[in-house]
């Protein structure tokens, strides 16, 4: 049957197409469409085919499929429809009686972006994954512009763009025989096109993956290397830093960029995180939750004792005695 959705597709892409009541399997390449690399799914859901099979028999109607117009003395090649035509055969026909549209197109790369657009014209929704996937085929095997492949599928120029990013790094580090950068983020990888030198590139990613390093100490490397002209330079800048021993500490922290890093504290969050602990362990303590013996009770007392008169050397007294959480909140607010 008719699809207006298809047709809307096909007009604003401006492409000709014919419409068949019906078309035989005999006139169709089925094995050749099945492999075609534009699908991202690959073989054929089993699963599917059962349930098109089971509907077809109880009558449900189908949508055409859709093909591109054969070469001379050829077969047509599907857009898209593998699995009702599966569904069919499965159930012994050897034509396709719901209609078939024909799109005369005759050049490779617009049957390829076609192919991968047909299943969100379909209504099938496909995942931010297979989006990104489809659209960097149509930038770099076709050579389309990223805002019309954004466009087309859905996702934000920008997200592309870094993709695209991510891509270019992966490629320069794989001419350089580097193939270890598994633990980088891809942000992180696609920041790191900065770095214009591919002698020097692997010797940054190696680092960054082997310290685990965040993206704002990336920036930091990056100031460093970037503005210097030779090549050996930067590379001291990378070796220099390696040696530093707050990343030799990263490193070994992390097993060599294979566990995410500690998460550093400054005193201050140490002492906040102690002071909420204690809060914490007061509540409880109110709400019956903790039950301290007299041993303990006074072990923490004189804890408690020589903690204070640190404090009080260390944030000073408190004022007008002991703060309370209004007047302490109070204080915050106000800081």
Known sequence: MREPKYE?????????????????????????SRHNKARLEGELLPWLVERYAADMLD?????????????????????????????????????????????????????????REMNQVEGYTINDAAAIQHALYGVLVHGYQAKDMAERFGIK?????QELAVDRVITRLEASGVRSHRNVPRTTLGRLTAVRSDKVLPAVVTLVEDAALPMNEVENLLR??????????????????????????????TSGGRKRAPRAFTEVQRMKSFFGL?????????EHQVHINDTDRAHLQLQWAKLNQQLITLLGPAPNGIVTTEKAAAMVGKG
């Open 8 to 32: 809307h597709f096909f007009n604003k892409r401006g492409l000709n197409f014919d419409y068949r009541e019906s078309v035989a399997f005999s006139d169709i390449d089925i094995q050749g």
């Open 59 to 115: 009558e449900a109607p189908f949508p055409a499929i859709v093909a591109f117009s054969a070469p001379k003395n050829g077969k047509l090649s599907l857009a898209t429809g593998n699995h009702r035509v599966a569904a069919c055969e499965q159930n012994g026909l050897d034509v396709y009686p719901y209609g078939c549209y024909i799109l005369e197109v005759t050049d490779n790369a617009t049957k390829d972006m076609i192919t």
């Open 157 to 161: 120029e920008t997200r592309l763009l």
């Open 224 to 253: 460093e290397v970037n503005p210097l002209r030779s090549e050996e330079a930067q590379l001291t800048v990378v070796n220099n830093w390696r040696e530093r021993p707050e990343i030799i500490q990263r490193i070994q922290a």
């Open 278 to 286: 204690s809060l914490h362990w007061a509540t409880m303590a109110n």
